[in-house]
């Protein structure tokens, strides 16, 4: 079992940033891409990024060019660097693991989520 406990959130004004972690539990053996979704308040929970072992990155549209995933293999963590935050950003986000298949991810564990708020 992987546990993954994600922190960074926060509140800010519209075009300020965020860096959200996620630290990931010792035994990470079982997973190869790990990446973030969200979920705003009324809405289904919605994917955001990922990054597989190998370093490929995938961003939802909305979000190219203002956030960026990345991972620090020595600290078991995971990283999600949030600029120009807009209002429809506001969400609880979750930090997810799981097998890459070679074109997506088969998410398996879930963090608990961190609450980003951006205000206008």
């Known amino acids: 079992q992987v546990q993954l406990v994600e922190t960074g959130g926060g509140s800010v004004q519209a075009g300020g940033s965020l860096r959200l972690s996620c630290a990931a539990s010792?035994?990470?053996?079982?997973?190869?891409?790990t990446g973030w979704f969200r979920q705003a308040p009324g809405k289904e929970r919605e994917f955001v990024s990922l990054i597989s072992d190998d370093g490929y990155t995938y961003y939802k549209e909305s979000v190219k060019g203002r956030f960026s995933i990345s991972k620090d293999n020595g600290k078991n963590t995971l990283y999600l660097q949030m600029n120009s935050l807009k209002p429809e950003d506001i969400a609880m986000y979750y930090c997810?693991?799981?097998?890459?298949?070679?074109?997506?991810?088969?998410?398996?564990?879930w963090g608990q989520g961190t609450q980003v708020i951006v205000s206008s």
């Open positions: 010792d035994n990470t053996r079982d997973t190869t891409c």
């Open positions: 997810a693991a799981g097998l890459w298949r070679g074109t997506s991810c088969e998410w398996k564990y």
